[in-house]
C-alpha cells in the first residue's frame, strides 16, 4: 500500500521560501517518476514541478525559476524547494506519481503566502 506523507508547510511571508518534504513507502521510489501537485482555494488540482528516475525536471510556468524540485533514494524522499513566495502560491501542496497521480493522495501541507 503506497504511503505518502507531506510536510514543510507553513505561513511565510511573500518573498520567503520554505521546503517541503514528501516520504514516500510502499513503492520502489527510485524506479518511479515523482511530482508536486497542488490545489489552490477553489482551483482544480494542478501539477508544479515533475523528477524523473534520471532526476530530469520540468516545471509549471508561474514556478520556473521559484521552485526546485529535488529527490533522494536512499531517504525515499522528494523535496520542493519554494524560494520568492507569492500570495498566489498559497494552496495545499501534494506529492503523488509524475505519470498519473496515480497514487492515492496524502493529506498535504498547506502553504499559506501572506503579510
Known amino acids: 500500500q503506497v504511503q505518502l506523507v507531506e510536510s514543510g508547510g507553513g505561513l511565510v511571508q511573500p518573498g520567503g521560501s520554505l521546503r517541503l518534504s514528501c516520504a514516500a513507502s510502499g513503492i520502489i521510489f527510485s524506479r518511479n517518476a515523482m511530482a508536486w501537485y497542488r490545489q489552490r482555494p477553489g482551483k482544480e488540482r494542478e501539477l508544479v514541478a515533475s523528477?524523473?528516475?534520471?532526476?530530469?525536471?520540468g516545471y509549471t510556468d508561474s514556478v520556473k525559476g521559484r521552485f526546485t524540485i529535488s529527490r533522494d533514494n536512499a531517504e525515499n524522499t522528494v523535496y520542493l524547494q519554494m524560494n520568492s513566495l507569492k500570495p498566489e502560491d498559497t494552496a495545499v501542496y501534494y506529492c503523488?506519481?509524475?505519470?498519473?497521480?496515480?497514487w492515492g493522495w496524502g493529506q498535504g501541507t498547506q502553504v499559506t503566502v501572506s503579510s
Open positions: 503523488n506519481a509524475a505519470v498519473g497521480a496515480r
Open positions: 523528477i524523473t528516475t534520471f532526476d530530469i525536471t
